[in-house]
């Protein structure tokens, strides 16, 4: 059975950071490109940064240089460090596995940024 579980999510004030860590279980984790995805009401689930089994990552221009995907493939885990969050941070955010033909989600972990 293929698990996502995220975790790390919560209340931060505006310039703050957090950092949500997916750990996965059921997969070959090494072989899976790695992406976190997040979500508000009403809106489309969007790609904030993703990292792919070779080590390329992307990264949505709204959290450029402020976002930073990692993964350790010894943990089956992916991070996501968030530096000088925003309220328009503010959203639930979900952990992607993804390969040519198979794709998971995460249940998905709550980041709120407000004063």
């Known amino acids: 059975q293929v698990q996502l579980v995220e975790s790390g999510g919560g209340l931060v004030q505006p310039g703050g950071s957090l950092r949500l860590s997916c750990a996965a279980s059921?997969?070959?984790?090494?072989?899976?490109?790695m992406s976190w995805y997040r979500q508000t009401p009403g809106k489309q689930r969007e790609l904030v940064a993703g990292?792919?089994?070779?080590?390329?990552?992307r990264y949505d221009g709204s959290v450029k240089g402020r976002f930073t995907i990692s993964r350790d493939n010894a943990k089956n885990t992916v991070y996501l460090q968030m530096s000088s969050l925003k309220p328009e941070d503010t959203a639930v955010y979900y952990c992607?596995?993804?390969?040519?033909?198979?794709?998971?989600w995460g249940q998905g972990t709550q980041v709120t940024v407000s004063s």
């Open positions: 992607n596995a993804k390969t040519n033909i198979r794709n998971f």
């Open positions: 059921g997969i070959t984790f090494r072989l899976y490109d």
């Open positions: 990292l792919t089994s070779g080590g390329s990552t």
